[in-house]
C-alpha cells in the first residue's frame, strides 16, 4: 500500500540531494516492511533479461541515469550489449528469494561488499570471473570472491557549531561525550558504522576493530542511550540535522556537503576516523546474461566510469589510480580524496558478511 | 448427482473452484509461515524458544502489544466522537466531514509522519509557538519517542475507527432514543443504556479492525520514535529482508496471528461475531 | 412514577409548528380531557404526528403553547414530561429482554428492584405476555412487539399516552382484536389516550372523542356519532364513513349511503329523486347500489341483503327516499 508512494518519495528526496547518490539499503527494507507487499510482488520487477543486454539491479531515482551515462554507454560502445534495469532494490532478502524462486532476471546487483560474503558461499552468488575484471582496480581485501567494490561510500559525523562553536568535537570519542559536549545525537539505526564509532570512542584503535567486540561497543551506544535519537534513512537524518533536533548525527559523509548547505553551515561534517563502506557489484546465481556482465562490472571499473560516478553520484571510487584524480571540490566530501585517506578506517565485509545478521539483531535490542 | 445433491447443496458446487482458490490464496501462506517458523534453520522449536532467551523478543512483543492497545483505545474513543457527530449534524457539514474522512485514506503514511514532525518536532509550529509566548522554556519532547509513536499512529487510524462505527450508528432508529427519553431516562442513561449497547457491535467491529492494523504498523514507528520503538513488524521485516533469519520472522508473525485468533476466539465467547460483522442483532 | 395529583388533561393553545416556510401544524386549538380516549385522525401528511411529537417534547413548538392541567409544558423537556408512548415502529430497545424493556422507566427513575418486578409482572399480565419476559424483541411477532410497547410505555403510570400509529404494522385482522384489547386497557388504567391513526375505523371503533385533521389545521372535533352523524363538511363526511353530496338551492347535503331508501318503480310520491340502478355490488351484509339520477347525479345507496333481495336488477328504474332529517347541510367554501 505504502511501497510505492515511499519508494517515490525516497527516490525524490535523493535526487534533490544533490550526488546524495549512495541508496540507503535499508531504508529500502522499510519501503518494503510497509507496503505489506509480498516480496514476490517486488521481486517480480520490471526488466527482461535476456542475452543482448544485462540488467542492473539497483535502486533507481538518479543512479538510474547516472549508471547508464557512467557505466552503460562504455559498455555498450565495448560489447554491443545494453544496459536496462530494475529498480526495486536490490536488498539481501530478495537476492535471496530471487534466487530460491528459480526465476533469476537481474545480471548485476548493485549491492554492498558484505553481502557476497553471507550469499555466495549459500549458493545464491556467481563467483567473480578476475580474468576479466581486476583485482588492482579495488581496494585491497575488497575484491571476494562473489563481489567486488566499485565504489565507496562512508560513515562521518556532523555537529551544530552553534552549540559547540569554540571547542569543536574532533573525534568518535567527542561524539560519545555527553558531558562535555552535552546535546542529543543521532546514530544510524542499522548498526553499520555505529558499532565501529562506538569502539572508537571507547578507545579501539582503527586498526584492530574487528572482530567487533559487540557486548563494548553495545554498552558504548547504551551509555549514551537516552541522549541519542537512531536514523534509517538518509532523509530522516537530513531531516533531525536540519531541524536542529540533533546536535551530532552520524551521517553518509557524502551527504555532507547537502546538510553544510541547508543549514547554512551551522552544521559541519567531521571525517576524521571516518569509516569507508565499500558498494560492491554482485551477480545473482543464475543470471540471465551470463558471463557477459563480468566485461559490464570490469567497465565500472575503468577510470572514466569511476569519477563519472563520483560527479553524478557522489561514489567515491574504490579503484586506486582514481583518488588522485578526485577534483578539488569534491575533496572534503569523498572518503578516499587527498585530504581524507589518512584519517579513516576500513571496513571489513568479511565480519559483517559472517555476523552482520547477529549484529543488527542485537543493535536494535540495545536501543529499542 | 442426486445422492451428492440430497447432502451437499447445489450452491456450494459453483462455488467450489473459488473456495478452493480462497483457501490456496490465503491457508497456503499461512500454512507456509507456520512451517517454515519450526524448520528454519532447523526443524524443532528453537525459534519459539528464542523467546525464552533473553527479554528482547519479548520486550518488542510487549512494546507492540501495549503500543497498540492504547492506539486502538484513543482511535475507537476519538471515532466514535466523530462518527457520532458526523451522524448528528446536518447533511452539509456530514458531507464535508465525510469528504475529508476519506481524503485522509489518500495522504501517503510518510507524509502524514513528517507533518507530524513539522507541527510537534522540537523546532516544529507547537514548540516554537509556546516558546515564543513565554509558555514554556524548553522545548516539548513530542515527538522521537513512545508518544510521537502514538500520536502518529492515533491519527491514522482515527478514520478506520469511525467508519465501522458509522454504519453501525446510521444503523440505528432515532425513534429508539427518543423512547428512551420519554421514559425519562437522561441524556446520559440514554446513551449508556441504549446507544452504546446498541452501537456495541460496530465499536467491536472499529477496534478489532484498528488494534489488527495497528500490529502491522511500521513506518510510523521507526520514524516517529526516534529509532528507539521497535515493533514486531519492523522486526520482522529486518528478519526477512536484512539479516535473513526467516525462521525468527515466521515465528513471530506465528505468534501475532495465534494471538489475534486467541483474541477473536474470546470475543466470540462474550458476543455473537456475526453481528459484529454485519449480521443481524438477534 | 408520576404524579398522582397530575390528572392527564391537556390544553393546547393555538399551537403552530412551522419547518422553514412549511406549516406542518397550524394554530390548533384542542383541549383534551383528563381519562379519554381521543384520536388524531386526518390523512398521511395532515400534520398528526407533529403535534404528537410536539406534545411528547420531541419537538419544539414554533408557537403556542401546550399546558398540562393548565399548567404550561412548553418548556419542559421530554424526559421531564412523564408522557408514556408507543412509537411507530414500536422503538423497542432490541439488546434488552422484553423484562427490561417494559422496567425500563422505572429502572432509570432508581426505583427499587423488587418494586420494578411486581410492577412489570403487573404490566405483562395486562398485555398478557407473561411467558415471553425473558425474550428479545426480535423473538416475537409484530403483535407481541405491540403489546411490549404499549406496557412499557404504561408502566410508569403516565397521566397521559400517546399513539402513533402503532396498528400500523399488523394485519387487518390482528388489528381488530388488538383494538379491542386497547379499548379493554384504556378503560382499566384511565389513563389519557391520544391516539393518532389514519385509519377511520379504528378512529370510529376506539375513540371517545376524534379530531379531523388537514394540511395542519382541525377540520372538526366530536365524538363518532356526532361526527358520522352531523360532519360539519365535504371532508369529513366523505374522510369519515362513505357520503353523497346532494346541491340544493345552492347548498350542499351530505346523504349516507344507508340513509336513503330504495323503491323499485317510479310511482311513489314521496321520492326525493328518481333514477335507474347503474351497478349493483353485492357485500355480504349489505348490497350498494349507485344510481344514475335524472338530474345527472350518482347515487350510492346501501341496502340491506335481507330487503328486496331479487328484485333489483341493473337498468331499473327506481324511487329514491330519505328523511329530512338524514341530509346534513355543509359548510361550504
Ligand atoms: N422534520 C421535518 N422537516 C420538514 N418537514 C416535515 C418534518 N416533519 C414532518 N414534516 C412535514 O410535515 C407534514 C406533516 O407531517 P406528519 O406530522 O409526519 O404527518 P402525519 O403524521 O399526519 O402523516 C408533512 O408534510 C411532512 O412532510
Ligand atoms: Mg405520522
Redesign the interface.
Known amino acids: 500500500m505504502?511501497d510505492k508512494?515511499?519508494k517515490k518519495?525516497m527516490l525524490a528526496e535523493s535526487a534533490q540531494a544533490f550526488r546524495a547518490g549512495r541508496m540507503d539499503r535499508?531504508t529500502f527494507?522499510?519501503l518494503?516492511?510497509?507496503s505489506?507487499v509480498a516480496?514476490n510482488a517486488v521481486l517480480a520487477g520490471d526488466a527482461q533479461a535476456a542475452a543482448d543486454h544485462v540488467v542492473m539491479w539497483n535502486w533507481g531515482g538518479q543512479s538510474e541515469e547516472c549508471h547508464g551515462s557512467a557505466i552503460g554507454e562504455a559498455f555498450t560502445a565495448k560489447t554491443g550489449k545494453g544496459l536496462k534495469f530494475d529498480t526495486s532494490g536490490p536488498?539481501?532478502?530478495?537476492i535471496?528469494e530471487m534466487v530460491d524462486s528459480g526465476n533469476v532476471t537481474a545480471d548485476v546487483a548493485d549491492a554492498d561488499l558484505f553481502n557476497a560474503v553471507?550469499l555466495g558461499p549459500t549458493g545464491h552468488l556467481e563467483p567473480i570471473d578476475y580474468s576479466v575484471v581486476s583485482k588492482e582496480k579495488t581496494l585491497p581485501g575488497y575484491a571476494l570472491e562473489y563481489g567486488v567494490s566499485i565504489i565507496l561510500y562512508g560513515y562521518a559525523f556532523v555537529y551544530d557549531t552553534e552549540a559547540y562553536g569554540d571547542n569543536p568535537p574532533q573525534n568518535w570519542a567527542d561524539f560519545f561525550d555527553t558531558e562535555k559536549f552535552p546535546g542529543t545525537r543521532a546514530?544510524y539505526?542499522?548498526a553499520n558504522g555505529s558499532l565501529e564509532a562506538a569502539l572508537m570512542a571507547d578507545g579501539v584503535a582503527g586498526s584492530d576493530l574487528y572482530p567487533l567486540d559487540m557486548d563494548r561497543a553495545l554498552n558504548k551506544i547504551q551509555s549514551i542511550?537516552d541522549d541519542?535519537?537512531?536514523?534509517?534513512s538518509g532523509s530522516?537524518v537530513h531531516?533531525m540535522v536540519v531541524?536542529?533536533?540533533v546536535s551530532m548525527a552520524i551521517i553518509w559523509q557524502n551527504r555532507g556537503r547537502n546538510i553544510e548547505n541547508d543549514t547554512d553551515g551551522q552544521y559541519k561534517l567531521v571525517n576524521n576516523q571516518a569509516m569507508a563502506m565499500p558498494g560492491a557489484y554482485i551477480v545473482p546465481k543464475g543470471n540471465p546474461a551470463g558471463a557477459a556482465v563480468m566485461e559490464f562490472i570490469a567497465t565500472a571499473q575503468d577510470i572514466p566510469a569511476q569519477l563519472a560516478l563520483l560527479d553524478c553520484l557522489g561514489m567515491t571510487p574504490s579503484n586506486p589510480e582514481a583518488f588522485g584524480q578526485i577534483p578539488e571540490d569534491q575533496q572534503p566530501y569523498a572518503i578516499t580524496s587527498a585530504m581524507n585517506i589518512d584519517k579513516i578506517v576500513y571496513n571489513d565485509p568479511e565480519w559483517w558478511g559472517k555476523n552482520?545478521?547477529?549484529a543488527?539483531?542485537a543493535f536494535?535490542?540495545a536501543?529499542? | 448427482m442426486q445422492a451428492l445433491n440430497r447432502h451437499i447443496h447445489p450452491g456450494w458446487l459453483i462455488i467450489a473452484p473459488l473456495m478452493l482458490m480462497v483457501v490456496a490464496l490465503y491457508l497456503g501462506p499461512i500454512l507456509n509461515i507456520l512451517w517454515l517458523s519450526v524448520t528454519d534453520p532447523e526443524p524443532g522449536f528453537s525459534n519459539y524458544a528464542k523467546l525464552t532467551e533473553?527479554d528482547?523478543l519479548i520486550?518488542?512483543v510487549w512494546?507492540t502489544v501495549r503500543i497498540c492497545i492504547i492506539t486502538t483505545l484513543f482511535s475507537v474513543i476519538f471515532g466514535y466522537s466523530i462518527a457520532y457527530a458526523m451522524v448528528h449534524c446536518h447533511q452539509r457539514q456530514k458531507t464535508y466531514m465525510l469528504t475529508l474522512l476519506l481524503v485522509s485514506f489518500w495522504i501517503?503514511?510518510?507524509?502524514r509522519t513528517?507533518a507530524w514532525?513539522m507541527l510537534l518536532?522540537?523546532?516544529?509550529l507547537v514548540n516554537v509557538t509556546l516558546e515564543d509566548i513565554g509558555l514554556i522554556a524548553e522545548p516539548v519532547a513530542f515527538m522521537?519517542n513512545e508518544l510521537g509513536v502514538l500520536i502518529g499512529m492515533v491519527h491514522y487510524m482515527i478514520p478506520y475507527a469511525v467508519l465501522p462505527l458509522l454504519v453501525s450508528m446510521q444503523s440505528i432508529?432515532q425513534?429508539?432514543m427518543?423512547?428512551?427519553?420519554?421514559?425519562?431516562?437522561?441524556g446520559s442513561?440514554t446513551f449508556w443504556?441504549?446507544y452504546l449497547?446498541?452501537t456495541?457491535p460496530g465499536l467491536v467491529a472499529s477496534t478489532l479492525l484498528v488494534f489488527i492494523l495497528s500490529l502491522?504498523f511500521?513506518?510510523t514507528p521507526?520514524?516517529l520514535g526516534?529509532?528507539?520503538?521497535?515493533m514486531v513488524?519492523?522486526?520482522?521485516?529486518?528478519?526477512?529482508?536484512?539479516?535473513?533469519?526467516w525462521g525468527t520472522a515466521a515465528m513471530l508473525a506465528a505468534i501475532m496471528l495465534i494471538g489475534v485468533l486467541v483474541m477473536l476466539w474470546i470475543m466470540s465467547r462474550f458476543m455473537k461475531l456475526s453481528t459484529v460483522f454485519g449480521g443481524?442483532?438477534? | 412514577m408520576a404524579d398522582p395529583t397530575q390528572t392527564g388533561s391537556l390544553q393546547i393553545r393555538n399551537v403552530s409548528k412551522f419547518f422553514g416556510q412549511f406549516r406542518a401544524v397550524n394554530d390548533i386549538c384542542l383541549d383534551i380531557r383528563n381519562g379519554e380516549f381521543l384520536t388524531l385522525l386526518g390523512p398521511s401528511g395532515s400534520g398528526k404526528t407533529t403535534l404528537l411529537m410536539m406534545i411528547?417534547?420531541?419537538l419544539d413548538i414554533s408557537k403556542g403553547e401546550i399546558a398540562l392541567d393548565g399548567a404550561s409544558i412548553s418548556d419542559v423537556?421530554?424526559?421531564?414530561?412523564?408522557?408514556?408512548?408507543v412509537?411507530?415502529?414500536y422503538?423497542?430497545?432490541?439488546?434488552m429482554t422484553v423484562r427490561d424493556n417494559v422496567g425500563?422507566?422505572l429502572s432509570?427513575?432508581k426505583r427499587p428492584a423488587d418494586e420494578i418486578r411486581n410492577r412489570v409482572d403487573e404490566m405483562l399480565e395486562l398485555v398478557q405476555l407473561q411467558e415471553f419476559a425473558d425474550r428479545?424483541p426480535?423473538?416475537l411477532s409484530g403483535g407481541q412487539q405491540q403489546r411490549v410497547a404499549l406496557a412499557?410505555?404504561l408502566c410508569?403510570a403516565p397521566p397521559v399516552l400517546l399513539l402513533d400509529e402503532p396498528l400500523g404494522a399488523l394485519d387487518k385482522k390482528l388489528r381488530v382484536e388488538v383494538q379491542e384489547q386497547l379499548k379493554d386497557i384504556h378503560r382499566r388504567v384511565g389513563t389519557t389516550f391520544i391516539y393518532v391513526t389514519h385509519d377511520q375505523e379504528e378512529a370510529l371503533s376506539m375513540s371517545d372523542r376524534i379530531v379531523i385533521m388537514r394540511d395542519g389545521a382541525i377540520e372538526q372535533v366530536g365524538t363518532p356519532k356526532e361526527l358520522y352523524e352531523r360532519p360539519i363538511n365535504q371532508f369529513t363526511a366523505s374522510f369519515l364513513g362513505k357520503s353523497n353530496f346532494i346541491h340544493q338551492n345552492g347548498k350542499v347535503f351530505a346523504l349516507r349511503p344507508e340513509k336513503i331508501d330504495l323503491m323499485p318503480g317510479n310511482e311513489n310520491a314521496e321520492a326525493r329523486m328518481r333514477g335507474a340502478i347503474r351497478n349493483i355490488t353485492y357485500f355480504g351484509s349489505m348490497q350498494r347500489i349507485i344510481v344514475d339520477t335524472d338530474e345527472g347525479a350518482e347515487i350510492e345507496v346501501d341496502i340491506d341483503v335481507w330487503r328486496n333481495a331479487s328484485d333489483l336488477a341493473e337498468g331499473l328504474r327506481v324511487d329514491l327516499l330519505w328523511k329530512d332529517s338524514a341530509a346534513v347541510e355543509l359548510q361550504t367554501g
Open positions: 505504502h508512494q515511499f518519495e535499508r527494507l522499510a518494503c516492511g510497509a505489506g516480496m536488498l539481501e532478502g530478495k535471496k553471507s546514530l539505526k542499522w542511550k541519542s535519537l537512531y536514523w534509517g530522516e531531516s531541524n536542529n533536533e552482520g545478521g547477529d543488527v539483531n536494535l535490542e536501543i529499542s | 533473553g528482547a520486550r518488542i512494546t501517503s503514511i510518510l507524509v513528517f514532525l518536532g522540537r523546532k516544529g522521537r432508529d425513534r429508539v427518543d423512547a428512551s427519553r420519554n421514559l425519562g431516562a437522561s442513561q443504556r441504549v449497547p446498541m456495541m502491522g511500521y513506518v521507526a520514524v526516534g529509532g528507539k520503538v521497535l513488524a519492523e522486526y520482522i521485516s529486518v528478519q526477512l529482508l536484512v539479516t535473513l533469519k443481524a442483532a438477534r | 411528547a417534547g420531541f423537556p421530554a424526559e421531564k414530561r412523564n408522557f408514556g408512548m412509537f411507530q415502529g422503538a423497542l430497545f432490541p439488546h425500563y422507566a432509570v427513575r428479545k426480535g423473538q412499557r410505555a410508569f
